[in-house]
Structure formats: structure tokens, C-alpha cells
């Protein structure tokens, strides 16, 4: 088993950064990869991106990319996600997910572990 919680979230304006984690415990070493995802109100959870974690390879949503970064830290079993020029439409629940497979890392049905979510507000 793998546990996660995220952290960061809050309250920002448009334009402003915020920067998510996420700690990993428990089974670390069955880890393929990490994926923050976000759910939006009356909407679809989607990706945001994801990151190996041995060897640290991103995928990026393109709708986000040079917006939204993702990186990890493995001596501190983290995951974080840089959010820069924050929009009001990027209000969500935002998931930390891990992966034990290597395919798909950019669907959310293809990770067994997810973290309880946190919110990130944006306000124009």
C-alpha cells in the first residue's frame, strides 16, 4: 500500500503561484510514477502531469504546459507541482496519484493510489 497527502492549496489571486506537495509513504518501492490530477466542479477529473519517479521523466497536459510544473524530490519521497499565472478556471480539487504500472500516465484510471485532495481556489 501506498499513502498520500497533498498539501498547498488554498486561496490565490489570478496571476499569483501557488506550489503543491504531496508525500509518499508506505510502499515507496512499488512506485512507477506520481500524477497530480484536478477535478473541477460538475467536471471530469483530468491530468495535470506526471513524473517517473526513478528516473524523474514528466508528461505534461499541453493545455498546462509552461504554466504547470511538476518535479519530485526522492530523498524526501515528495511530488511537488509549481502552479504559476494562476486562472480562475484552474479552481479545483487537486489529487496526488501514484502508479504502480508504466503505461497511461496521463489517465487517471491507471492509478491505484490516491491522495484525499486539496483545494486551490483562484479568484480573478
Known amino acids: 500500500q501506498v499513502q498520500l497527502v497533498e498539501s498547498g492549496g488554498g486561496l490565490a489571486q489570478a496571476g499569483e503561484s501557488l506550489r503543491l506537495s504531496c508525500k509518499a509513504s508506505g510502499r515507496i518501492s512499488s512506485i512507477y510514477a506520481m500524477g497530480w490530477f484536478r477535478q473541477a466542479p460538475g467536471k471530469e477529473r483530468e491530468a495535470v502531469a506526471s513524473?517517473?519517479?526513478?528516473?524523474?521523466?514528466?508528461y505534461d497536459t499541453d493545455s498546462l504546459k509552461g504554466r504547470f510544473t511538476i518535479s519530485r524530490d526522492n530523498a524526501k519521497n515528495t511530488v511537488y507541482l509549481q502552479m504559476d499565472s494562476l486562472k480562475p478556471e484552474d479552481t479545483a480539487i487537486y489529487y496526488c496519484?501514484?502508479?504502480?504500472?508504466?503505461?497511461?500516465?496521463?489517465?487517471?484510471?491507471?492509478?491505484?493510489?490516491w491522495g484525499p485532495g486539496t483545494q486551490v481556489t483562484v479568484s480573478s
Open positions: 513524473v517517473t519517479w526513478a528516473v524523474g521523466i514528466t
Open positions: 496519484a501514484a502508479s504502480n504500472g508504466r503505461l497511461g500516465l496521463l489517465h487517471p484510471s491507471n492509478y491505484a493510489y
